[in-house]
């Protein structure tokens, strides 16, 4: 990901899990991301929406292919599935209460 100007052009809701150990999107770059988002946010009204969680202790790849073995990676993996699934529950009722309007 390029940021900030793969973030400028978010058009949709975005949930975000980043890890604590990621040379492809170093902490500095997560900070700026969850900036744009928020912003974005305020000017399109679902500032609450959009998401960027931070996993200390976890690298690149964690909640995907993490090591089981690794107790933080195994925990954190699991509070990523649950961002997750909150995450779209949450929009998948945003989608039914607009089409029962």
Same mark, same amino acid.
């Given at each position: ?9 978010? %058009? ?8 604590? !150990?990621?040379? %492809?999107?170093? %902490? ?6 969850? *900036? @744009? ?12 929406? =959009? #998401?960027?969680?931070?996993? /200390? *202790?976890? =690298? =690149?790849?964690?909640? @995907? ?5 690794? /107790?933080?990676?195994?925990?954190? *993996? ?9 995450? !779209?529950?949450?929009? !998948?009722? #945003? ?7």
């Amino acid at each position: 990901m390029r940021v900030p100007a793969d973030v400028e052009t978010v %058009r949709l809701l975005l949930s975000v899990a980043a890890a604590g !150990f990621d040379a %492809r999107f170093p %902490r500095e770059q997560v900070d700026v991301a969850r *900036g @744009i988002l928020e912003r974005k946010g305020r000017e399109d009204g679902e500032g609450a929406k =959009h #998401e960027v969680v931070w996993y /200390e *202790g976890c =690298h =690149h790849g964690w909640a @995907i292919r993490g090591n089981k073995e690794n /107790e933080v990676e195994g925990r954190k *993996g699991l509070e990523a599935e649950e961002q997750a699934l909150r995450w !779209f529950e949450a929009r !998948f009722a #945003e989608v039914r209460a607009r089409s029962v309007e």
